[in-house]
Nanobody, 117 residues
Framework: QVQLVESGGGLVQPGGSRRLSCAASGSSFPINVMGWHRQNPGKQRELVAAITRGGSTNYEDSVKGRFTISRDNAKNTVYLQMNSLKPEDTAVYYC?????WGRGDYWGQGTQVTVSS
């Protein structure tokens, strides 16, 4: 059974930084895409950033230049380095992974990031 364990959320002041981590376990198949999404109450979940196994990345426009996604394939772990945080970045951040060959996709439990002074 695939499990995603997220960490790194919390309270941070505007302009500050935070690093999220998400480790996947429970499958021997390689992971194709790893990503981070976020959601606020009453709003749709949106893609923040994603990275392929080969390292190609994709970012939501509002985080470009501030957030960096990376991954460690050996550890099945994805990271999201968030810099210059703004109050509008406040949300629950969810890790998402998609395995190769139709082996399914999975979500983490979510971690709250609050940007406030």
């Amino acid at each position: 059974q695939v499990q995603l364990v997220e960490s790194g959320g919390g309270l941070v002041q505007p302009g500050g930084s935070r690093r999220l981590s998400c480790a996947a376990s429970g499958s021997s198949f390689p992971i194709n895409v790893m990503g981070w999404h976020r959601q606020n109450p009453g709003k749709q979940r949106e893609l923040v950033a994603a990275i392929t196994r080969g390292g190609s990345t994709n970012y939501e426009d509002s985080v470009k230049g501030r957030f960096t996604i990376s991954r460690d394939n050996a550890k099945n772990t994805v990271y999201l380095q968030m810099n210059s945080l703004k109050p509008e970045d406040t949300a629950v951040y969810y890790c998402h992974v998609e395995y190769f060959w139709g082996r399914g996709d999975y979500w983490g439990q979510g971690t709250q990031v609050t940007v406030s002074s």
